[in-house]
C-alpha cells in the first residue's frame, strides 16, 4: 500500500511536494519525548486547495492523516501512532496580514509563534501564546495544542486568542469551511472555533487563522531569585499577589533542575536555591520603583540571589529567562548522563492545580519521586498552578517505562486529589487518554466522553485523521 500512496499523493501534488526518503521521514516520525511511529510519505500542501486535495485522496483510499506544525507537545499529540501519511504544514507560513485597527492577524498554520511576535513588534503588538517551544512552535500546532506557555496567568491560552479558523474536514469532498469572525466580539451558535482549539489534530486540518492580537507592553522588569526552600519561594508568591501585581510571568524551578538547566545552557547564574522568575509590566518611570518592591518582597521571604533586569530586552540579553525556559533540556540532560549514551525517553507531565494547593502538590510530587525511585526535574507556571515534573528512562529498558507510566499515572491522580486537571496546555495525545477518562469520571461527567466520541465521529466519519488521539 505504502507504494502506491506515495505515487497517488505525487500524482495529485506534483513529486516536489512528496517525501519518502526514509531517513527525512524518520525525522517526522518522532517527537521530542523519544515517542516515535512509522510514516509512509511526509506531504508538504502550499495551499487550501492542496490540503483538500490530500485529504481527498485520503478519505477514498482510508489512508490515516496526521497534521503536523513541528510536534513538540510531548503527550503524542501529532506522532503517527499508526502508519499513515503526515501532512507537514511548514511550507504554508505567510503572514497574510496584520490589521492594527481591527487588533486582528490572518495567519497560515505554518508560522512559527517566534517569527509572529517578530513581525508583530514592528508595529508594537505582540501575540502572547509563549510556550517552552516558542523558537519552532507554529501558530497551527498551539491551536491544536491548546498550548499556554510561560504568560499564561495573565493571558491564558490559545483558546482565548483564536478568533477565527479556515479548516478542511476529513470528508469525501475535503470540504473548506471557515468557522468564528474577524471581530472582537461573535457569537455564530454553537462555538466551532473554539472546538477545533485544543482538538489536537483529530477533527480538522487547520489552513488559517485569525488571532488576536494585543499592544506590547510599554516596559517589563524582571527579577529572577534563589531561595533557601520552596515554602519560601510560594509565601514569597503569596505576597507578591497580596500586593496586587499584576504579574506578566511568575515561573518556578526546583533548585536541582536549576542547577541542570544553568549546566544545560552554559548560563553564568550559579543557581543557589530554588528559583522564582517574575516579571511585572509597569511604564518606564515607575520601573525602579517596581523592581524595588519586587525584590523587597524577595528579599524578605528569604531569597539568597536577585538578578534585576529593567526590561524584558535586558532580561533577555542577561539570559534571565533561559534557565527556566530550558526545563525541558535540564532532564534531556540527566536522563542522558544517567543512560551512558543510550536513547532516552522522557515523559513530563502537564498538571494544573489551584495555585493554592501548590505546596501539597510539590510535596506529593517529591513523595512520588521517592516512591518509583526516578529523579524528577521539576518546575512550571507557579502563577497559574501548571506544573511540568517529569522523568527520563533509556528507551530499552522495559522495567523503567512501566515504572515511570505508573508515576506519570500517579501524578496526574494527585492533580485531581487536589481539585486540579490532568493536563494544562499540552494536550491529551495518546499518554493522557485513559487519565483524561478517569479525570471525568471522578466529576461524574462520563457522558461528555460520549458526546466528544460523538462530535468526533461527525467531522471525520472515517476516522482518518490522527487516529487514537484524544478519545
Ligand atoms: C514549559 C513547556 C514545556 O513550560 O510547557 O517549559
Ligand atoms: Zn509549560
Known sequence: ?????????????????????????????????????????????????????????????????????????????????????????????????????????????????????????????????????????????????????????????????????????????????????????CRQGYDLTRLIVGSEGTLAIVVEATLKITPLPENVVVALAFFPSLDDLVSAVIDIKERGMDTLLMEFMDRDSAMLASKATKSDIVPTGDMLLVGVPVNVEAAERVLGELTGIMRSNGATDVYTARSMAEAEERKLLEIRRNLFTAQALLAFEESQGRKIILFMEDIAVPPSRLPEAVKGIKRLEEKYGLKTVLGGHIGDGNLHPTVGFPADDEEARERALKWYQDVMRLALDLGGTVSAEHGIGTLKKKALEEELERLGSGKALEIMRGIKRVFDPKGILNPGKVV
Not at 9 to 17: E, P, Q
Not at 136 to 143: D, E, H
Open 1 to 185: 500500500m505504502g507504494k502506491d500512496v506515495v505515487s497517488g499523493l505525487k500524482r495529485i501534488l506534483g513529486g516536489d511536494k512528496v517525501v519518502d526518503d526514509e531517513h527525512i521521514m524518520r525525522l517526522y516520525a518522532r517527537e521530542p519525548s523519544g515517542l516515535e511511529g512509522s510514516v509512509i510519505a511526509v506531504v508538504f500542501p502550499e495551499s487550501v486547495e492542496d490540503v483538500s486535495k490530500i485529504v481527498r485522496y485520503a478519505y477514498d483510499r482510508e489512508v490515516y492523516l496526521y497534521p503536523q506544525g513541528s510536534s513538540t507537545d510531548l503527550v503524542g499529540g501529532a506522532y503517527p501512532e499508526r502508519p499513515g501519511v503526515i501532512v507537514s504544514m511548514e511550507r504554508m507560513r505567510r503572514i497574510i496580514n496584520v490589521s492594527i485597527l481591527d487588533s486582528i492577524v490572518d495567519v497560515e498554520p505554518g508560522v512559527r509563534l517566534w517569527d509572529l511576535n517578530v513581525e508583530l513588534a514592528k508595529h508594537g503588538y505582540m501575540f502572547p501564546i509563549d510556550p517552552g517551544s516558542v523558537k519552532v512552535a507554529t501558530v497551527g500546532g498551539a491551536i491544536n495544542t491548546g498550548a499556554g506557555g510561560m504568560r499564561g496567568a495573565r493571558y491564558g491560552t490559545m483558546r482565548d486568542w483564536v478568533l477565527g479558523l479556515t479548516v478542511v474536514l476529513p470528508d469525501r469532498d475535503g470540504t473548506i469551511l471557515r468557522l468564528g469572525c474577524r471581530t472582537l466580539k
